[in-house]
Each structure stands twice: as structure tokens, then as C-alpha cells.
């Protein structure tokens, strides 16, 4: 049996060399095929892969053409019964590759499993998402967990054996062939988040079961290659949901999702600009999110162009 594992890069070189590394010594009872697509990175990624991981498959863009593009690339490729879609900023324990791989032979009507995500301490991250909805966008997404914990599964609760959930977090999921044949490839109109739960989606639409492994478990250094770029960062986040919404709610959920963030948006600027303002601009983490707050409110004021995300 072959597997293919694909990860898209930009910028990632320490993280990704790691993450190729664990992938490699992981692996046991089938051949793996790894695919690393690179997205024009600046930071010498596809030079020290080429001597470090010779046999690894590369694909070079010359530009950032975003996660959803260069992830079709690598599924293009692909050759294995599944294709385990991963971040560079990932490391994967003992027995994670194999518990999924045994997940996905025993149950068929699977077309997605994802891994439980680790903070580099051991901590759980978030590994579910839930369809966005008027309330997942609007009202504390952790407030919900802790009201409706059935509905809205999460990292407060400790899972034995693995359920059935909307979505998974894309950092690292595993996905069975005949489900990307049957329902197509990603979405490439997303350039940056959502793109899995666009997926998964219409995985359930069309029949498909997609599922949290919990037993699975994944180390995940979060947003490194976003870190850089927060601003242009946060305005693909609020890109990628009104494009999910135009697309999966209507437009008349997505005009309300729009004032009601705008709304938000302006609330939280005002009160961090008092708020740095009364502590004369000298707390650099309010200054930040000053900054940031002002330049979403500016984007949106602006009927929410191309040219100023990551999406050129």
C-alpha cells in the first residue's frame, strides 16, 4: 500500500526539515511517497530538501500561489490509496501515521480523519472545527464548547475513541482517494484558511464520514510562515469566511456575517485605542493589535481588495 504525504511550503526551511524528518521515521508496514510543494520561498527551503531528503518529490512555484493551488498540485501527483495533507510546522509522534492508516482500512465511509494537534509542551490545540455558521462567527467559539459540548466538540474534553465531527483542522489530515475522485479538489478560490472545511463540507454532502482521531497525535507549531505577514494573515481569515458563506449560506447570511464583523471591528478598535492611548502607546502587544484591528476596519472600509491580503 502507498501512502502519499504532501506538504505545502513557504518559508518554513528549519520547521519543514523537521517535519520531513519525523514523516520518515514514523512510517511502517507501506511505501510512503512524499511530496513537498513549495511555494516560492525566499529562505533556501527547496535547496537544503534537495540535499537533505533527496527522494522527496518537489514542486517549485515560483510565487505563493496559496494553500489550497499548491495543495492541488501535490493531490495531482499523488499516487498513494490516501494522501495525508501536512503543515511544515508539524511533527509527528510515534504511531500517528500508522493509527490513522488503520483508522481509514477499517472503516470505509470515511473520506477524512484528523490527527489530535499538539502545542510544543504537550498541550491540546483545537483540532475540530465546526461548519461556520451566524453563531460560530459571531459568538465566542469557546464559550460555545463550554455550553454545548455534544454540538460543539473541542479541546476541553478528553475523547477515548474517535467521532465523527463537521471538520477536521487541515494541519494535518488524512484523506482516502476515492473521496477526492468522487467530490473533486480543494477549492482554490481560497487562498488561506477554510480551505478543509470547504472540503469537508462537501465531503458530507456527498456521503462521506469525516472524523477526529484522537489517539493519533501531532505536534503543531502554529502559523510560522504567517507570523511575518499578521496583517495580510488576518485579512485572508475574514476573506476565506465571506467566500465560504457566499458559497455555502446565501448571500443574505453572509451581508449579516459582514455588519455584524465590521461592527465587531469597530468596537475593538475603539476600545484598543483608548486603551493605548491611556497607556501611551508603550504596551507593544496593544499597539500590535491596534494596528491590526485598524488595518482589517481599513480593508473592509475599502470593499475588502485583493491587493492588500496575501492574495495578490
Keep these: 500500500m502507498i501512502l502519499t504525504v504532501a506538504i505545502i511550503n513557504w518559508n518554513t526551511r528549519e520547521d519543514l526539515l523537521v517535519c520531513l524528518d519525523s514523516v520518515g521515521f514514523v512510517t511502517k508496514g507501506f511505501t510512503v511517497e512524499t511530496i513537498v510543494v513549495d511555494n516560492g520561498s525566499q529562505d533556501g527551503s527547496v535547496n537544503e530538501v534537495k540535499k537533505a531528503f533527496p527522494l522527496v518529490h518537489l514542486i ?33 509522534k510515534n504511531g500517528a501515521i500508522e493509527r490513522l492508516v488503520s483508522f481509514m482500512d477499517a472503516h470505509f465511509d470515511v473520506g477524512v480523519a484528523g490527527a489530535q494537534l499538539l502545542n510544543a509542551d504537550g498541550s491540546k490545540q483545537n483540532s475540530i472545527a465546526n461548519f461556520p455558521s451566524l453563531g460560530t462567527e459571531l459568538l465566542n467559539k469557546s464559550l460555545l464548547r463550554w455550553l454545548f ?16 465531527v463537521d471538520s477536521v483542522i487541515g494541519a494535518c489530515m488524512m484523506v ?30 456527498g456521503g462521506w464520514k469525516v472524523y477526529h482521531v484522537p489517539q493519533a497525535e501531532v505536534y503543531h507549531f502554529q502559523g510560522k510562515s504567517a507570523e511575518a505577514v499578521k496583517k495580510e494573515a488576518r ?20 451581508f449579516i456575517l459582514l455588519m455584524g464583523l465590521m461592527i465587531r471591528l469597530g468596537f475593538q478598535l475603539l476600545a484598543m485605542g483608548v486603551v493605548s492611548l491611556m497607556t501611551l502607546f508603550t504596551i507593544k502587544s496593544w499597539r500590535e493589535k491596534l494596528s491590526i484591528n485598524a488595518y482589517l476596519f481599513w480593508w473592509h472600509l475599502r470593499f475588502c481588495p485583493k491587493g492588500m491580503g496575501l492574495k495578490q
Design 60 to 92: 517549485e512555484n515560483e510565487r505563493n500561489l496559496g494553500f489550497a493551488k499548491a495543495a492541488n498540485q501535490g493531490l495531482q501527483k499523488a499516487s498513494g490509496r490516501y494522501v495525508l495533507l501536512l503543515n511544515p510546522d508539524t511533527q509527528m
Design 149 to 164: 459540548p455534544k454540538k460543539f466538540p473541542g479541546k476541553e474534553r478528553n475523547y477515548s475513541e474517535p467521532i465523527e
Design 235 to 254: 485579512v485572508e481569515f475574514y476573506r476565506s469566511r465571506y467566500h465560504f458563506f457566499k458559497k455555502n449560506r446565501g448571500h443574505f447570511q453572509w
Design 176 to 205: 482516502r482517494r476515492e473521496a477526492i475522485e468522487q467530490i473533486g479538489l480543494l477549492d482554490e478560490d481560497y487562498f488561506l484558511f477554510l480551505e478543509e472545511t470547504d472540503w469537508c463540507y462537501r465531503m458530507k454532502k
